[in-house]
């Protein structure tokens, strides 16, 4: 990749060389070198290991086997630019570079070790100067320059191809967790293989896991058009979380951060059972604070099953409201589900007497509906029912009688009282 910073400083490197090599200096300066290489490189390495924890702390076995071929490398293109007298390509440095960001090894850690190696360069090349020209203070500061140079440029090459490798990997990343969500969300077939080997590969085919469905929406949604506040949005639920021992897969869908998050189930009847995920995620999600609201589907045993939980967890999120922030699927009443599934054919095909008890109930301020709950809560009882109201018992007969001319329904019947309170959720939100 074209670098116009590293392309100034291999031309900077090289006139340094050039120089070196007119005023006879090159050629020393390498031969004493040349001999030297193997030693050097066993110092870097040495170095780094002792000075930098991180190399030899990794748990990745491929980490201090890597930095010995490096700097072995180093130590080769170090003397091959004197007897060459020209700056390396720093090949070695692009590899190193894309095998330390494919292994997720700290990029800080990597630019001290290049700090080390600059002390170590340096005094090898300033005693192999001396050695040959004695103390010319000219030699001298144009050997310095040199290594400078060198280590400077070397150092740029891993940054930029490490940064660049590592942009790379997340775009790749982002777009392999594009299309599982994609996958998992539209629901998928599997006897398809294509999708199957995607699934296996990503470990989302793996027995004994359960699956739940968060979808997360800004208190005020139309926020959620802007990507940079969604991606804070997916950053916050992400650190709540972080210690938790979940497997997450995130995404924005239909305007919601939505995650799929997964987790060991109980493995069999011998083993101790745990609390559903849907249940240990609630609590957990409490902590996001009032800015959001959050539905969660129910556990379910495969990814196959994910579209359903995607389902839910957006039912559960349309019962949330500002003093219930977090609704869990599994946690509404069979009334809610009943009212939020069949309301929509009910108010386009009502019964004959619905608008009309819609409109007397507006009118008289809600009191109608008031007096249907207030006996639903008394169980029928409509004294306790006028106690709890603070009326007497015959204004309580008296609407119970207007509501039964206006609909023929009696509240004092279970069934009919079942029915009208349905009727009048339809039009009022539930308790």
């Keep these: 990749m074209h670098n116009p910073s590293l392309s100034a400083r291999a031309r900077s490197l090289t006139l340094s060389l050039a120089q070196a090599n007119k005023v006879g200096l090159s050629a020393g300066v390498s031969g004493r070198l040349r001999t030297l290489v193997p030693p050097l490189a066993a110092r870097l390495n040495e170095a780094v290991l002792r000075l930098v924890p991180a190399f030899s702390a990794s748990a990745n076995p491929d980490i201090v086997p890597g930095l010995a071929s490096h700097t072995a490398a180093i130590a080769e293109a170090f003397v091959a630019m004197f007897e060459e007298a020209k700056a390396p390509d720093f090949a070695f440095a692009h590899r190193q570079a894309r095998q330390w960001a494919d292994q997720r090894f700290p990029l800080e850690a990597i630019l001290q070790s290049y700090r080390q190696a600059e002390d170590i360069l340096h005094d090898a090349a300033l005693h192999a100067t001396i050695k040959g020209r004695g103390n010319d203070a000219a030699a001298v500061t144009l050997i310095q320059d040199i290594v400078r140079e060198f280590t400077g440029s070397f150092s740029a090459a891993t940054t930029s191809e490490y940064v660049a490798h590592t942009r790379h990997l997340a775009e790749t990343e982002s777009d392999l967790r594009t299309e599982l969500l994609s996958l998992m969300l539209s629901g998928f077939d599997e006897s398809d293989q294509r999708v199957a080997k995607v699934l296996r590969q990503a470990g989302y085919l793996e027995q004994r896991l359960s699956y739940c469905v968060v979808v997360v929406q800004s208190a005020i949604p139309a926020e959620m058009e802007g990507e940079a506040r969604a991606q804070r949005l997916i950053s916050a639920v992400s650190d709540v979380l972080a210690d938790a021992p979940i497997r997450k897969l995130a995404g924005l869908r239909d305007n919601l951060a939505v995650f799929i998050l997964s987790d060991r189930r109980r493995q069999s009847g011998w083993t101790a059972a745990t609390t559903p995920l849907a249940d240990r995620l609630h609590d957990m ?24 939980a995607w389902d839910e967890a957006r039912t559960a999120l349309s019962f949330t409201s500002v003093d219930r922030r977090v609704v869990s699927f599994g946690r509404l009443s069979v009334r809610n589900l009943l009212l939020h599934f069949g309301a929509p054919g009910m108010t386009a095909a009502p019964p004959p007497w619905h608008l009309a008890l819609a409109e007397a109930d507006t009118k008289s301020s809600g009191i109608l509906v008031k007096t249907l709950l207030a006996v639903a809560d008394a169980n029928m009882n409509v004294q306790e029912a006028a106690r709890a109201l603070n009326k007497h018992p015959n204004t309580l007969y008296a609407r119970l009688e207007r509501i039964h001319s206006i609909s023929g329904l009696d509240a004092r019947r279970f069934h009919d009282l079942n029915e009208l309170l349905l009727a009048a959720d339809c039009w009022r939100p539930p308790r």
């Design 285 to 308: 999600l409490l902590l996001l604070g009032p800015a959001v609201r959050v539905g969660l589907s129910t556990d379910h045993p495969s990814s196959s099953f994910i579209r359903r």
